[in-house]
């Protein structure tokens, strides 16, 4: 008897599912990363006893724009398109005497009959269409709940210190790689796979991966409020710091960020401004100008002294004489260090005019004294009778009057 039930269930199913089947999927929400297929039927359709998850041989299968298909049989994946078109499943297991040629479709529809029977009129197979949305997914919004370490350099003024950093916004993802995320992520659902499914998790982890990001932001030495304006390289670097849990797990992969704010603590952002103002007065020309802004100041200041401008004005006397007032000293020091132009090339010096000579500055004279530094011309030396060689005027040996 029970052998008999199952032959009658299992000649009922196998004659269900000779009609072929047309999978076709909507616009896929916002929310929804992957939807199982199903079968679209008419008011008037005669395919209304068809097994689940069996696919006919010859059924068409559309996808749409933003959409990827994918074929799964026996928890194997055996087709997959992400080219928006019809395709027909023309290498299904499950024969079709509307598809093919009708003796062999006859046939494997026996054979398929007996295996249903072994089964106990069950189909025995499991074949799903699945959708996948292959849209850019956004308004995942970000905050960092914990200040971010941020280091900030400026090798122009050797700076080079550690800050608190605090950022939100939104980023947006889309699946690159739907066999990747089925096979790891999702599997054979039975419905749909909705994003907050997995929000949280890709929410912690893209926090974890901001701080590295970060770094090498920090190593092209941007600044912190210069974050905002360097959203393409921020991307780069999320891509690549999250390449082993997104895209070589998941198949996911960041398309944008837009970061909504970039703040620093106060004490930090302060500390900041004094070390470049520090590094600033370095300059010995910046930091005469300062002093003399500052003197302007005083002198403003002395002016309207309470207790008369005289008395003020002698204050600023005393920390003048004790050194405190000495910006052209630092002028001096900031033309020493500056810079030297291109000079222009020496001249070369006037040869030694006929009878003339040649001072130790270098300069050509043919008078008794050098007409660039002023030295007297020097003595030619001489030799007396008495054969000493002397320089004066008189022979140093023997006296005798130089010729």
Not at 304 to 323: E, L, P, R, V, W
């Amino acid at each position: 008897m029970g052998l008999m039930k199952a032959a009658l269930a299992a000649a009922g199913s196998t004659l269900a599912d000779q009609w072929k089947e047309f999978f076709y999927c909507d616009a896929l929400d916002s929310d929804v990363l992957v939807v199982k297929g199903q079968k679209r039927l008419g008011g008037k359709s005669s395919n209304t006893k068809g097994s689940d998850n069996i696919i006919s041989q010859g059924s068409g299968i559309a996808v749409a724009d933003g959409q990827c298909m994918m074929i799964v049989e026996q928890g194997k994946i055996v087709e997959f398109a992400s080219e928006p078109g019809e395709y027909t499943f023309d290498s299904s297991s499950e024969p079709s005497i509307f598809a093919g040629n009708l003796s062999d479709s006859i046939a494997k529809s026996f054979d398929t009959f007996a295996m249903r029977v072994g089964f106990g009129g069950s189909t025995g197979k499991d074949q799903r269409v699945y959708y996948f949305n292959m849209k850019e997914l956004m308004d995942n919004k970000f905050g960092t709940p914990n200040p971010v370490p941020f280091r900030v350099v400026d090798s122009r003024i050797g700076l080079d210190i550690d800050v608190s950093l605090r950022c939100s916004g939104v980023y947006s993802y889309k699946i690159a790689d739907p066999i990747l995320f089925y096979t790891n992520v999702c599997g054979n659902i039975t419905s749909a796979f909705t994003r907050d499914e997995i929000e949280k998790q890709l929410k912690s982890e893209f926090l974890s991966a901001l701080q590295p990001a970060l770094a090498k932001l920090s190593a092209l030495e941007i600044r912190p409020n210069q974050i905002v304006a360097h959203n393409t390289a921020l991307e780069d670097a999320m891509n690549e710091a999250l390449s082993q849990k997104w895209a070589a797990t998941r198949g996911l992969q960041i398309v944008s960020i837009a970061l909504g704010s970039v703040t620093l603590p106060d004490e930090d952002a302060e500390l900041i401004k004094t070390l470049q103002r520090n590094a600033t007065l370095a300059n010995p020309n910046m930091a005469g100008a300062t002093l003399v802004a500052a003197q302007a100041d005083a002198m403003k200041a002395a002016a309207s002294n309470s207790a008369g401008a005289m008395t003020g004005f002698m204050g600023m006397g005393m920390a003048a004489q004790s050194g405190g007032f000495n910006a052209q000293n630092l002028f001096t020091m900031g033309n020493q260090t500056a810079p030297v132009q291109q000079s222009q090339p020496a001249q070369q010096p006037h040869a030694t005019p006929v009878g003339g000579w040649t001072c130790s500055c270098g300069a050509a004279n043919s008078g008794n004294f050098c007409s660039n530094c002023g030295s007297p011309k020097p003595s030619a030396d001489w030799t007396c009778s008495c054969g000493t060689v002397n320089s004066g005027k008189f022979c140093s040996n023997c006296g005798s009057p130089r010729a």
